[in-house]
């Protein structure tokens, strides 16, 4: 089960700000990869909060991007955080 929450709050302020600054549609390249991975518990931990857009194989060409919730949690106004909806 995956942690929005839990994941933004445990990346590198760098990581964060990068993702913040290429915005929600961005390519995630190795790098950010492994960012959102440590971010998650270590390596491959991340695989729940990402996904693969357009072919499989080969391996070495698939293309990641942020699952579309994750993204919205990321890119969402700071002045809702914390706020709670009507069914909280």
Same mark, same amino acid.
């Given at each position: ?34 960012? =959102?991975? @440590?971010?998650?518990?270590? %390596?491959? $931990?991340? !695989?729940? +909060? /990402? =996904?693969? @857009?357009?072919?499989?194989? %080969?391996? $070495?060409? !698939?293309? +990641? /991007? ?23």
């Amino acid at each position: 089960m995956t942690d929005i929450r839990g994941l933004i709050s445990s990346l590198q302020p760098e990581d964060h700000a990068l993702l913040q600054e290429r915005g929600p549609d961005q390519r995630l390249d190795r790098d950010m990869l492994d960012a =959102i991975d @440590r971010a998650a518990g270590g %390596p491959g $931990e991340g !695989r729940g +909060y /990402y =996904i693969v @857009r357009g072919s499989l194989e %080969p391996l $070495e060409r !698939r293309n +990641y /991007y942020l699952r579309e919730d994750v993204a919205d949690a990321i890119f969402a106004p700071s002045t809702l955080e914390g706020a709670t909806g009507a069914d909280a």
